[in-house]
């Protein structure tokens, strides 16, 4: 394969250039980014920007795919770390990779999991990115197999089983549909106590954050019926 051309390396260099300027907005503006405030930090006139990312919402879209693969990034490289047949250290690993990434990262993390962008609506481009950390948590319960513990009876109503069922066949996976509803539970709550401790729901409340994270991404392994 032959190397870039100079023009695409400079393309490159320069689109990253804009989305490190635009993550700075974001830390200290939030998620209502302006093309011109980020033309002004590079010295550039705002036009010159539109040959890069033709729209707010296309840069916007940028950096959301951006941030769902560097959490997602996180997040795989910490499973990689943990012995394969340990089932629950690995889910461990993934859950605090996330709340990692999350606590370094507050404005991208705030960008994809916090109030939505008035006026955004985010194209498909960024469903597969934002499914890789359930994805990845799944997948640990899939390998877990023949070991994973029964789980207690928990009703399901027939349109729902019917999602359920939809969402394992388009990926071809082997779960029931009890069981995934048990990890979707799970991915919920573990964005929802993020989502507490990030944006300050938790203060005054929890003084041992770590420890309180931990206790609920271990109820949610129980819940999946991850083996002890």
């Known amino acids: 394969m032959s190397a ?3 023009r695409a390396r400079v393309r490159s260099e320069m ?3 804009i989305k490190a ?3 700075r907005h974001l830390a200290t503006d939030g998620a209502n980014l302006s093309l011109r405030a980020v033309a002004r930090d590079m010295d550039i006139v705002a036009s010159a920007l ?3 990312f033709p729209s707010r919402d296309a840069l916007l879209t940028a950096l959301i795919i951006d941030a769902y693969d560097a959490l997602a990034a996180a997040a795989t490289e910490a499973d990689a770390a943990v012995r394969r047949d340990d089932f629950r250290g690995r889910w461990m690993a993934v859950c605090t990779a996330v709340r990692t990434w999350a606590l370094a990262n507050p404005a991208e993390y705030g960008l994809i999991y916090g109030n939505p962008v008035p006026g955004y609506a985010a194209p498909p481009e960024t469903v597969e990115p ?3 950390v359930i994805l990845l948590l799944a997948a640990i319960v899939v390998d877990a197999g023949n070991r994973l513990e029964p789980l207690t009876a928990s009703p399901i109503v027939a349109p729902l089983r019917k999602d359920l ?3 394992i066949d388009e990926r071809q996976g082997d779960l029931l549909e009890e069981r995934l509803d048990r990890i979707l539970v799970a991915w919920t709550h573990l964005f929802g106590v993020l989502n507490f ?3 300050g729901r938790l203060d005054d409340m929890i003084q041992a954050r770590a420890d309180y994270f931990t206790h609920h991404m271990t109820l949610m392994a129980n819940l999946t019926g991850l083996p002890h």
């Open 15 to 17: 689109s990253q250039e």
């Open 130 to 132: 934002a499914a890789k």
């Open 165 to 167: 069922r939809r969402l």
């Open 21 to 23: 300027v635009a993550r």
């Open 50 to 52: 539109y040959r890069y």
């Open 4 to 6: 870039p051309s100079l």
């Open 197 to 199: 401790e990030v944006f």
